[in-house]
């Protein structure tokens, strides 16, 4: 389980740098094309921002349900197993 956590934390680090680098080469990009007007550049950097939180809003809630899933499952699981123990002392 232990290294479970260790390949996350890989995983999740190498997604944040690259989430990093690429708004970092976007401000780049937007800082140095002199052909846009400034709020074209703004209109575009609001674009993302706003399309990154409702990503991270997507993710998040897919997790969660995810999550809930996986808890009612294993309340099923106790269930069954509570029900099958007092069976096999009944008889």
Known sequence: MH???KENGMIMFINSAGVVLAYLL?????????DVP????????MG?????????????????????ADRIN????????KMLEDALRED
């Open 3 to 5: 290294n479970e956590s």
């Open 26 to 34: 976007l401000g780049v990009s937007l800082w140095l094309s002199v």
């Open 38 to 45: 400034l709020a074209t550049k703004g209109y575009w950097g």
């Open 48 to 68: 993302i921002v706003l399309l990154t939180i409702s990503l991270i809003n997507v993710v998040k809630y897919k997790f969660d349900m995810r999550m809930n």
């Open 74 to 81: 294993r309340i099923e699981e106790a269930r069954n197993e």
